[in-house]
């Protein structure tokens, strides 16, 4: 099956509700950014979604720059096309990298169903899922700061000394608690109230002398991730000017001013 040229941007419109390309948008929301930690729907990096004969479904992604890592581009195309292909009425499926500078390997990897060694041969140095499980982790680092900060703000009586006895029970009903538990899940990390929250790659407590250096550690974990992701929506941006449309507002983390204030204190 020859394959479709890129499209040529165009004004982005709501589907109709309750059609399979609305339905097809939805399970993109599930496909996440490797390292920034977001979907790429919200990212903007959806380009297009359409519909053809027999149910098919061709969708065409783009990137900040056409130098981003060839890695995360295939963690996410292959991550949009299985999303899409679970979906129950969907005919077959195609995705599109567009404008990259591995496009057309990485294209043809995705339509021969080629994996990931095999789309990349020895340039492959690590398999997809030990990939996906470094970025899991530091997805999990940077959640994990994020509640255990929001609630040392919430309660001023609270220093990092108590934080070796906060355990998920005590974190608020909040989307940043949410988020952990998620990211929690990813891992096979306990999700029970009773699991204390700051703990490692294992799930394993830290000792309380810690504390402060593993929490400073995380903390830079997460200044980084929404460093990157505020840099990245804007380099989108300017390259695809209608992209802006398709942005959502990122739901955690600081706004840029604020990363400054905390990497140097």
């Not at 040529?8 to 920034?36: I, K, S, W």
């Not at 294209?107 to 470094?134: H, I, K, M």
């Amino acid at each position: 099956m020859p394959t479709p040229p890129p499209r040529e941007p165009d004004t982005p419109t709501r589907p109709p509700a309750g059609t399979l390309e609305q339905r097809a948008r939805q399970a993109l929301d599930a496909v996440f950014d490797p390292e920034l930690d977001e979907p790429i729907t919200d990212l903007g990096f959806v380009r297009s979604v359409e519909t053809g004969p027999d149910r098919a479904l061709i969708v065409h992604l783009r990137l900040p720059t056409s130098f981003c890592a060839p890695n995360f581009a295939y963690l996410m195309a292959i991550d949009a096309k299985d999303a899409l292909a679970a979906l129950p009425e969907a005919g077959p499926v195609t995705v599109l990298l567009d404008d990259h500078h591995d496009s057309d390997l990485i294209n043809r990897g995705l339509a021969a169903d080629a994996g990931y060694r095999g789309t990349f041969g020895a340039e492959a140095e690590e398999g997809l899922d030990e990939l996906r499980l470094v970025f899991r982790r530091k997805a999990h680092t940077a959640a994990m700061e994020r509640a255990l900060t929001a609630l040392l703000r919430s309660d001023p009586a609270l220093t990092e000394d108590h934080l070796h006895h906060v355990v998920l029970g005590d974190l608020p009903d909040t989307a940043a608690t949410r988020a952990l538990l998620r990211r929690r899940e990813a891992l096979g990390l306990g999700t029970t109230p009773a699991e204390p929250v700051l703990v490692d790659d294992d799930g394993h407590p830290f000792h309380p002398d810690e504390i402060p250096l593993r929490l400073r550690y995380a903390r830079a974990v997460r200044v980084s991730i929404d460093g990157n992701a505020h840099f990245c929506r804007g380099l989108l941006r300017t390259r695809y000017p209608e992209s802006a449309t398709d942005q959502s507002p990122r739901a955690t983390g600081p706004r840029p001013a604020d990363l400054v204030k905390e990497e140097t204190s």
